[in-house]
């Protein structure tokens, strides 16, 4: 059954999209039909403005929602869902909610999200698009340096923004055994970083490329 908003115009042009994702996922060594599939179910249009939503939703890039924030481009989302190896039931928790879609792929795939958002703008919007569309994440309003230590641990963790740093206490908030997935610099790239954290707390750290986010930034927006 069809999301709200969604129609075959907007599946067709989602198929299409997601070949160019696919094929942009096999450049880098990275397979996961399952993030493929769950993508494909959701209609990324209704997380922009709808003045822009066919233009622009189904072009592999990012776009700007408001408070200076993007959504992702697709092959962006793709990427770091899929080093997420996201199990059903996984704990995961999203620093930066944004639009809501990255939320969202995460939840189409069994996931239980908790995610941050430090823009109130931002907040406010996720927390109706997302349970129009049927989706249900814990949405937290607050500094996502922090984590959310009252519900650690978490089986993965996901930051939709550029770090300057590994933030410690996400690491901390992390499961012996779990992953974490962070875009880190403070230029106008970051390079992805998959983070393993085995069960003595040691970190095992893979470089994934260069990417491009806004930064990540300290406390809520005023």
Do not use: W
């Amino acid at each position: 059954m069809a999301l709200r908003g969604d129609s075959l115009k907007y599946r067709g042009a989602r198929k299409k999209l997601l070949e160019t994702v696919r094929k942009n996922l096999d450049e880098l060594g990275i397979t996961d039909e399952g993030v493929l599939e769950a993508m494909m179910k959701i209609p990324r249009h209704v997380f922009f403005d709808s003045t822009f939503d066919f233009k622009f939703a189904y072009n592999d890039t990012a776009f700007k929602i408001g408070a200076g924030q993007t959504i992702s481009q697709p092959t962006t989302v793709a990427v770091q869902t899929a080093l997420l190896q996201i199990k059903k039931r996984d704990k995961v928790l999203e620093i930066g909610t944004g639009s809501g879609y990255q939320a969202a792929v995460l939840m189409e795939m069994g996931a239980k999200v908790y995610s941050i958002e430090r823009q109130k703008l931002l907040y406010d919007r996720a927390q109706k698009n997302l349970p129009d569309l049927g989706y249900r994440p814990r949405l937290f309003y607050g500094d996502g340096f922090k984590g959310l230590p009252s519900f650690a641990p978490f089986d993965k963790v996901i930051v939709t923004c550029g770090a300057p740093f590994i933030p410690e206490a996400l690491i901390e908030q992390l499961k012996p055994g779990g992953i974490a997935v962070i875009p880190v610099g403070e230029g106008a790239t970051q390079v992805m970083h998959r983070l393993l954290k085995k069960e003595n707390g040691e970190l095992h750290k893979q470089e994934y490329g260069d990417f491009s986010f806004v930064p990540m930034l300290k406390d809520r927006a005023k």
